[in-house]
């Protein structure tokens, strides 16, 4: 099977000024390689601080990196084909009622997506915004709806409807779990698990939430301070983390 | 002796259209030295519950209880001066996002020393600022903060939630206060600073024997540390009892859905196979179901759960379901 997402050696430091005429580099990521293939999970787990955010942003192309390469389906990516690419990651932030623009109605900012990224004409893309709401079983009038209207579950509907209703091959969720209450989320991650099953979507899983990773996530790496320390199956580092610390941080949690 | 007795308290809101009832009825009891934990989704009315405890809820909000004893006396029925002298001496709380409750124009030092009172400092009075800084530090190495130095002089927005977190804990404690009360406290943390404070707080309950009521969404860690467990749904007390009996053998169809839900709690459970989980969300207050709250979603509600079920006790283990989950029916 050939490999959705290919990250090799990738680096990515910061410039910070240290008085009027020097700078310091901080290093937010620091030769990472990784790969995720179609229709699997790969959980990035990390404190604040050991560069998970740096590493989404420069999947997404948000960021430059200084070195390494990102390859997408075996081409590199690179920034201007943004377009291009842009079909096939996508990414949901951590708070869906933040991230949604409040004045604009869901069937709008659904056809925006259409609209901006493809050339269907607006029949077409009707028809597309409707089969993406079933799939994530909304209703058609929702469509109608301000996101105020919804309740926090189908608020994080709305914003994987948004995500998916181009058809992307693979999906970054940034902390996107953690905020939702126990019985919403165990909704969330059935019908996240659903849509795996039935479209082959890959998931990179950002999160702290380690429980949770250990019952969805295919891969695991654990980064700190812009380093990988561990990689691989997740049972595997769950059993027999090499480092120090990811072992306290797989036993913080399942002790 | 039962440090808070909590019956029947209701807190309701007056609106335009008519009176909203956030919290139903519900039953608190703490003993001293114990931890209970209360659970439930957001919007469930677990805050409320603590803001009433403390009396911090702004008028427009209702409260009402048959009983509301702290240690024996009746608190809402006392005169507004004196409710906040007994309040403020024996009742902490600690709140969810600590960077935001701390006072972002103040450094450490002044607000840690802001928070214990005069008759904890024994010396004369020209030594007391003197004894209020030792006694600062000393409150810092309590909660784990070795590097009181550089912590002491920062301010709020230069540290770290989980240090700030900490010293909201330092600020709590300061007064040695019976019951500290935790709402949400490690939500904007990570795991392994999660596991320090629930230690921490574990810790303060075995030494000194305060009592811990712990508010959480998170059940598995709730579970953990805690002696009993209250679970809340929509303002109504579903059920009560000692936290290892209810994990076993839950009686209330949402504390069952909320312990099969959670992967831990299932041990045979293989990875990525779908997660229990009730359909539908909680109902916003505008609309709330009458009788039984959880009827809408519930998969075993019948005619008889339009009506409001009573709290029904079986040993020391209350819940309120017409139906309640037995052993034999669910096997």
Redo the contacts between chains.
């Keep these: 099977m050939s490999m959705l997402l290919d990250v090799r050696h990738l680096s990515k430091s910061y410039r910070k000024s240290a008085g009027w005429f020097r700078y310091r580099h901080v290093h937010a990521l620091d030769n990472i390689s990784f790969s995720l293939q179609q229709g699997k999970t790969l959980a990035i787990v990390g ?2 601080g050991s560069g998970k955010s740096t590493l989404a942003k420069l999947l997404v192309g948000i960021e430059k990196p200084d070195h390494g390469h990102i390859l997408l389906d075996g081409t590199e990516v690179q920034l201007r084909h943004y377009r291009q690419y842009n079909h096939m990651v996508r990414f949901i932030f951590q708070d869906a009622s933040k991230s949604l623009n409040p004045q604009q109605k869901i069937g709008q900012m659904l056809d925006d997506v259409l609209r901006f990224n493809t050339r269907m004409d607006s029949q077409q893309r009707m028809h597309k915004i409707h089969q993406t709401l079933k799939q994530l079983g909304l209703l058609n009038e929702h469509s109608d709806y301000y996101p105020h209207m919804f ?4 608020l994080q509907r709305v914003a994987l409807a948004r995500a998916l209703i181009l058809d992307p091959k693979l999906l970054i969720l940034d902390e996107a779990l953690t905020a939702l ?7 969330i ?2 019908l996240l ?2 849509l795996q099953q039935k479209t082959g979507l890959a998931y990179l899983l950002i999160t ?5 990773v ?3 996530a295919d891969d695991l790496l654990v980064l700190h301070q812009g380093k990988a320390l561990d990689y691989g199956n ?2 595997h580092v769950f059993k027999h983390a090499e480092h120090d610390y990811s072992r ?2 797989i036993n ?4 | 002796m039962l440090l808070l007795d909590i019956k029947n308290l209701t807190i309701e809101l007056n609106t335009p259209d008519g009176l909203i009832r956030a919290v139903d009825r519900v039953n608190l009891s703490l003993r001293e030295g114990e931890t209970r934990g209360l659970v439930g989704e957001s919007g469930s009315g677990k805050s409320l519950v603590a803001k009433a405890i403390v009396g911090v809820l702004n008028k427009r909000w209702q409260i009402s209880a048959d009983r509301f004893n702290w240690r024996g006396q009746d608190i809402l029925t006392l005169p507004y001066e004196q409710q906040r002298r007994v309040i403020g001496r024996d009742i902490a709380m600690i709140y969810q996002e600590p960077s935001r409750s701390l006072d972002p124009t103040a450094a450490i030092l002044e607000q840690l020393e802001e928070a214990i009172p005069d008759h904890l400092l024994e010396g004369p009075w020209w030594k007391r600022s003197y004894l209020r800084r030792r006694k600062a530090i000393g409150l810092l190495h309590k909660v784990g903060i070795r590097d009181h130095q550089s912590v002491l002089q920062s301010y709020p927005y230069q540290l770290s939630e989980g240090v700030c977190q900490k010293i909201m804990i330092a600020m709590a404690i300061a007064k040695n206060p019976k019951l500290l009360i935790a709402d949400e406290p490690t939500t904007a943390l990570e795991s392994t600073t999660q596991a320090q404070l629930f230690r921490l707080l574990a810790s303060f309950n075995q030494l000194k024997g305060m009592s811990v009521l712990l508010i959480s969404h998170e059940l598995e860690s709730i579970a953990r540390y805690t002696q009993s467990l209250s679970v809340l749904y929509c303002g109504q007390l579903v059920e009560a009892g000692e936290t290892a009996a209810i994990i076993k053998q839950p009686f209330h169809p949402y504390t069952h859905a909320l312990i099969k839900s959670v992967p831990e709690f299932q041990p045979n459970l293989q990875p990525k196979t779908p997660l229990y989980a009730l359909p539908g969300s909680i109902p916003v207050l505008q609309h709330l179901p009458i009788g039984c709250r959880l009827g809408p979603r519930c998969p075993n509600a019948r005619k008889e759960c339009v009506k409001t079920p009573t709290l029904e006790r079986l040993q020391n283990h209350f819940y309120s379901c017409h139906f309640p989950l037995t052993g034999t029916k669910e096997s």
């Design positions: 404190e604040t309740s926090g579950g189908q209450d126990p019985s919403l989320r165990a909704q991650v059935n698990l659903e702290n939430h380690l429980r949770l250990k019952h969805i997740t049972a306290k941080l913080s949690a399942i002790a």
